[in-house]
């Protein structure tokens, strides 16, 4: 006599549960994209499910997470389905994992390449739409003993501090800096006031014996190295 088949067989989950029994069952590596989305949000609308909604939204980002995690509570509601508490829902979810692979870079805490601050950096200015400035603070090992914004909304002579910078690499006790910036245009080509600004703190540290290892320019996928690029 042949068994009926069992209540936990995929095919018998409605396609609403199946991201979570598939979660459950089979562990989270095996979900697509649009299942652990569709998890965050519950249930779709009239005519779609949760699944099949979650994979349009992330066609109309063409399946890329970051770009999801830049779309706005308002562009999330413009789907049939999703209203303003499933829409802060994923946009939380989303800044978690940002926030998540931002921390898992500062635990490698030792700086060994220009790559190692990209992964550092990236997730806090690679995808911002305006410029921000920071400096990062290393002792002898090269490890991170502090890092901060120096400026914000753009980058001019004027708005590099190097007091403040020279007074909190004091401070911390650090004896090597390497500078970051963003170019939310997508450009990795240095300009005179990146060259300016590196050439000048450069020359300032210099006076303390604290040398500018670096000067990273980030983008959402690259980066340009002046240290790789012999520019220091």
Known sequence: MQEKPSSFSIKNWSQDDQPREKLLYKGKAALSDAELVAILIGSGNREESAVALCKRILASVDNNLSALGKLTINQLMAFKGIGEAKAITIVAALELGRRRRGEDALE?????????????????????????????????????????????????????????????????????????????SGTLKPSEADKQITQKLKTAAQSLDIKVLDHLIVTENAYFSFADEALL
């Open 108 to 184: 490698k805490k030792k700086i060994t390449s220009s790559a190692t601050v990209f992964e550092l950096m990236q997730p806090i200015i690679g995808e911002l739409e305006h410029e921000e400035f920071w400096i990062i603070y290393l002792n002898n090992s090269n490890s991170i003993i502090h890092k901060n914004q120096l400026s914000k909304g753009g980058i001019t002579g004027t708005l590099v501090d190097v007091r403040l910078v020279l007074k909190n690499a004091l401070e911390v006790g650090a004896t090597g800096l390497i500078l970051a910036h963003n170019h939310p």
